[in-house]
């Protein structure tokens, strides 16, 4: 599979896609391995007969929900042809909570996700697995599954200011101005870091990072100055300052997120903004580091 991260999408006219649904309770183990997780492992007796869901006639995408405990697990399926690009995201409460894994008509498998997307090169049925990372009780998720012909553009026209606040933000990571960049960001209220590396964690994928913290590393040249904005030990470790090799402007979806010009919008690297008052500042950074 071609894949960018994120959902997926089907034509009907095309093709009688379907959905295939299962609830299979699995004794889940985790792996800690770089932070990661061992594939999904199904109840030994058999698999649980498929309940078979189709999308709704002129529609190209399904929303699943369920409640994972203990080491239950979901399974879902859904048949699509090669060339058709599709689409997955996971919401959950308590945020985070849950995670899901994408295997080919070989039974191949992707990394885990909170979305994920692709192109897909084989025809038949790709699986679904929704889990629940260890650290959470019990997950209440939200899976959107969507297909289609094409990867989808959905680019967005933001809001003047939020383009100005972004522009600021790309002239403060290329000239490595700390204090334009910290004018960007709440003083009351932490922003996120992100780290897709960690997926799954509940400890290590989603850093709150507060406004003291960050004017002292910034200041001290601590950890988050060279997370941020210089590559550490001589240029041998990546920074987010990598993702702006020009003063182009980002690509805006949704309204308030940002990918780096000429990814898709499920890019794992990215620049969440939200409205504080009269102004935009970040609500969050992702970008993969080690």
Excluded at 91 to 97: E, G, K, R, V
């Amino acid at each position: 599979m071609k894949h960018e991260c994120a959902n997926w999408m089907y034509d009907a006219p095309l093709m009688r896609n379907h959905l295939i649904l299962k609830f299979v309770v699995t004794p889940f183990f985790v792996l800690v391995l770089c932070l990661g997780f061992a594939p999904p492992v199904l109840a030994q007796g058999g698999k649980a007969e498929p309940l078979r869901v189709q999308f709704p006639r002129g529609k190209n995408s399904a929303t699943l929900k369920g409640t994972i405990r203990g080491d239950q697990q979901f399974e879902y399926a859904v048949e699509a042809r090669a060339g058709q690009w599709m689409m997955i995201e996971v919401t959950s409460a308590p945020l985070d909570s849950a995670i899901f894994l994408v295997t080919d008509p070989d039974g191949k498998d992707q990394s885990y996700h909170y979305y994920w997307s692709g192109t897909l090169e084989q025809t038949g049925k790709y699986v679904v697995f929704v889990t629940k990372p260890a650290g959470f009780g019990v997950a209440r998720f939200s899976l959107t599954i969507t297909i289609e012909n094409a990867p989808s553009n959905r680019a967005s026209v933001p809001p003047a200011a939020l383009s100005a606040a972004m522009r600021k933000l790309i002239r403060a990571m290329r000239t490595r101005n700390t204090s334009l960049f910290l004018s960007l960001f709440s003083r009351s209220r932490p922003f996120f870091h992100l780290n897709p590396m960690n997926v799954g964690s509940k400890k290590y994928f989603r850093n709150p990072i507060s406004y003291a913290r960050l004017t002292r590393d910034l200041k001290n040249k601590g950890e988050l100055y060279w997370l941020l904005i210089e590559r550490a030990d001589n240029g041998d470790f990546d920074a987010f300052v990598d993702n702006f090799p020009d003063n182009k402007m980002w690509t805006s979806f949704r309204g308030n997120k940002f990918v780096p010009r000429g990814e898709h919008f499920t890019s794992h690297t990215y620049v969440r903004w939200r409205r504080e008052g009269d102004r935009w500042v970040i609500a969050e950074i992702s970008y993969a580091t080690a």
